[in-house]
């Protein structure tokens, strides 16, 4: 089983940015895909970014393409989605899933963390 807990949520105003983390512990995949999904208030929740964790693949969703990045520290077992140029569109509570398959689907994901919540004001 894995868990993972995230960090770095917050409040930031238009324009700013903000980097989330995403510590995975326990039973982990042999190869899998970390991804950060979001869900805005009163709508469902949205696939933000993905990465193949041995292989360091990445995939975005068109919104953030050219602002947010997802990364890893593979040492460390630490995912980040580093978010740049955010708008106020951006704001929901993002949560980081793990999946042994490389999926677009919440569905996908077995392991999912506990969310922090990134406001951005305009």
């Known amino acids: 089983q894995v868990q993972l807990v995230e960090s770095g949520g917050g409040w930031v105003q238009a324009g700013g940015s903000l980097r989330l983390s995403c510590v995975a512990s326990?039973?982990?995949?042999?190869?899998?895909?970390m991804a950060w999904f979001r869900q805005p208030p009163g709508k469902e929740r949205e696939l933000v970014a993905r990465?193949?964790?041995?292989?360091?693949?990445?995939d975005y969703s068109d919104s953030v393409k050219g602002r947010f990045t997802i990364s890893r520290d593979y040492a460390e077992n630490t995912g980040y989605l580093q978010m740049n140029n955010l708008k106020p569109e951006d704001t929901a509570a993002y949560y980081c899933?793990?999946?042994?398959?490389?999926?677009?689907?919440?569905?996908?994901?077995?392991?999912w963390g506990q969310g922090t919540q990134v406001t951005v004001s305009s």
């Open positions: 326990g039973r982990t995949f042999s190869d899998y895909a």
């Open positions: 899933a793990a999946s042994g398959g490389w999926n677009r689907d919440e569905k996908g994901y077995t392991a």
């Open positions: 990465i193949k964790w041995n292989r360091g693949t990445t």
